[in-house]
């Protein structure tokens, strides 16, 4: 499936584990659930996946029980978290024959490489890899910080077609549009301030919390695209308090707890990550009737 003209809210979603196998039938049920209510797309074994606590094989197969879940309606943009581009070829390959759409891959990290490293390292895995990619910008876990210029590079001689953006640098983000947005998709990886994304020209998001409040964030997303932001904005302010909660603790431990809470299991939080806190818990089961009650009225 094309993926070169993402738009709208691709939802990253968690990996169910049980008795240390993928739990199939709780991934379908989740991807059919965002399907139903407006996912353009699902990214699966990211960050939100748990992609360094999983083997080879469970990579595998909940790519493919997402894959057939979704049966073609929208992309499957698989996780690739990886510090270098031996992990990255062996991965990628096994990913993308278990049915993926398309890679989600992050900068290289530990090592920290220029800027010019990780244009010759998305040229060496777009000429190795038979796939369109999403570049994944996450300073905050990879260490790497990539300029306008690079995204525009990048964007210009390789198969990166999309990205997600999570740096906290506002200045930095609105230049990577006006540098690249006419080049690839940029979609917002920032839920705390997305509408403002949204009204500088990004255009959708890649999201943990839409597994919780699909609609709600499809609503923000077209008020933004109609350009009224101050009902955007208005709409957000809604689940902000929400969003604190679901990345209060490492994300996805919340977010596991949120599931649970509301009938679709999707396992515990894989070591090194525990389980949510009772305090965590308690939150979550004090707000969440709200969020639910938001979505309804959508």
Known sequence: MDISNLSGIVTATPTPIKDGNVDVSSVKELARYLLANGATGLAPIGGTGEYISLS?????????????AVDGAIPTIAGLIAPGLGEVFDSGKRILDAGA??????????????????????????????????????????GVSLTAETVQALGETTRIVAMKACNADAGLQMRVLEAAGDKIAILSGDEDVYPLHLAAGAKGGLFASSCIIPKVWNRITELGQENRTKEALELHSRIRPFLKLIFSEHNPIPLKAALR????????????????????????????PEMEALEASL
């Open 101 to 142: 759409d398309g890679l989600l891959v992050t900068t290289p990290f530990y090592v920290r490489p220029t800027q010019q490293g990780v244009i010759d390292y998305f040229k060496a895995i777009s000429d190795t890899l038979d796939t369109d990619l999403v570049l994944y910008e996450f300073p905050y876990r990879t």
């Open 56 to 68: 080879e094989q469970q990579k595998v197969d909940m790519v493919r029980a997402t894959v057939e």
């Open 261 to 288: 809470i509301l009938g679709r299991p999707c396992g515990e939080a894989m070591l090194p990550l525990l389980s949510a806190s009772a305090e965590t818990e308690a939150q979550l089961v004090k707000m969440l």
